[in-house]
């Protein structure tokens, strides 16, 4: 098969195949044709040196640029190099058709959705206005989520809801259940946000499906994960015992080097990183995939399960076969990577710092079979 473009000679990492080792990938018709040694194709790119890996996905984001004032232009998040946004309940039903056609349609980076349950999505979101959408019932729009998820079956891959003091008031796990209802109408995955109680993460967790996502999942104090003598909580063992996955979203104030170190040191991987990058959080302490990514390098975390948090495992999330992995057939979808030693200064939502040796720097990405930097 005559080959559109090879990456050649880069350290392939695809935790998938379980691979790591230096090989070409191919590229044809958009897809990926081919991952060996000695490939050949219209268009070579040397990447010797650096890492190469199935297109990173970012499963916490914010792209409703311009429709959303917590929306970053998703052009930004290219640094970050990722080729697959999810995009997490910026939208809700009654604004999912502006996101659609003004933002995802025209947009070079793909972009998945998970739909708010509320009916504006997170419309109230900035320095000065801080108002949580699924405080007031009344926006509450379960029958119109049904439709517009519905009818947005290709772009459209589950269902958002926040809930915490910050983003749902008094309303507790009301929210919660109404997009449960939601998710299971329609067959698809539901993502959980959570902050500071009510509701308490028990609750929440008790309410989650097998496939459900939970993000801010090792969060500082209150709501986090961990006892306070540095244990497991036995709701989060047991969710994750029936199959709730759980996902970083670092954003502004959800991410605690203390409750990830506890978390570790249990053996309690997350399943998925993601950066939950938002106008308030791109500047840091979030700023991008990569720099989450590379907190966790930092933790002690190995390289392939980070990758592997990053590729196959939210693929996997949004039930998505086809993305994360270098298999013949699947999205022609590459990050390209540089693993640089120095000292690095990280920062976490509470404000803590952790000395770094490494760092990943995102250095190029291939989208749909095509080179893009
Ligand atoms: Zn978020």
Not at 243 to 261: C, P
Request: hydrophobic share 45%.
């Amino acid at each position: 098969m005559a080959l559109d473009l090879v990456l050649r000679g880069g350290r392939v990492i695809d935790p998938s195949q379980a691979v790591d080792s230096v090989l070409d990938v191919g590229f044809a018709d958009g897809r990926v044709a081919a991952i060996g040694a000695g490939l050949a194709g219209r268009e070579v790119r040397d990447v010797s040196g650096r890492i190469v890996t199935p297109g990173l996905i970012d499963l916490h984001t914010h792209v409703y640029w311009g429709g959303t004032s917590l929306g970053v232009d998703p052009l930004r998040l290219l640094r970050g190099g990722c080729t697959t946004l999810v995009d997490t309940g910026s939208a809700g039903p009654g604004n999912y058709a502006g996101f659609l056609e003004h933002v995802i349609k025209p947009s070079s980076v793909r972009i998945v959705a998970l739909l708010n349950v509320s009916f504006a999505g997170i419309y109230g979101f900035s320095k000065r206005v801080m108002v949580g959408e699924s405080g007031d019932l009344r926006l509450m729009a379960p029958i119109d989520a049904v439709e517009v998820a519905r009818a947005n079956r290709d772009t459209i891959a589950g269902i958002k809801v926040r809930v915490g003091q910050n983003a749902s008031q008094n309303s507790g796990v009301i929210p919660l259940d109404i997009a449960r209802q939601v998710a299971e109408e329609v067959g698809l995955p539901m993502m959980v946000h959570i902050d500071v109680p009510p509701p308490t993460l028990e609750e929440v967790l008790a309410r989650m499906r097998p496939g459900d996502i939970l993000t801010h999942c090792f969060r500082p104090f209150p709501n986090n994960p961990s006892t306070a003598d540095g244990r497991v909580r036995a709701a989060v063992l047991e969710a994750r015992g029936r199959g709730v996955l759980f996902d970083i979203g670092h954003g502004m104030g959800s991410f605690s080097f203390k409750t990830a170190r506890a978390m570790l040191a249990n053996d309690f991987a997350p399943d998925c990183i993601s950066s939950d990058v938002h106008a308030l959080s791109i500047d840091g302490p979030a700023f991008d995939l990569v720099t989450t990514l590379s907190k966790f390098l930092c933790l002690g975390m190995p390289l392939i399960d980070v990758i592997r948090a990053a590729t196959e495992a939210p693929a996997k999330a949004l039930r998505r076969s086809d993305l994360g992995r270098f298999r013949a057939g699947c999205v022609g979808d590459a990050s390209i990577l540089a693993l640089e030693g120095g000292a690095f200064d990280y920062v976490d939502s509470t404000g803590e710092h952790l000395p770094g040796k490494q760092r990943l720097v995102a250095t190029g990405v291939v989208v749909d079979g095509r080179w893009r930097n």
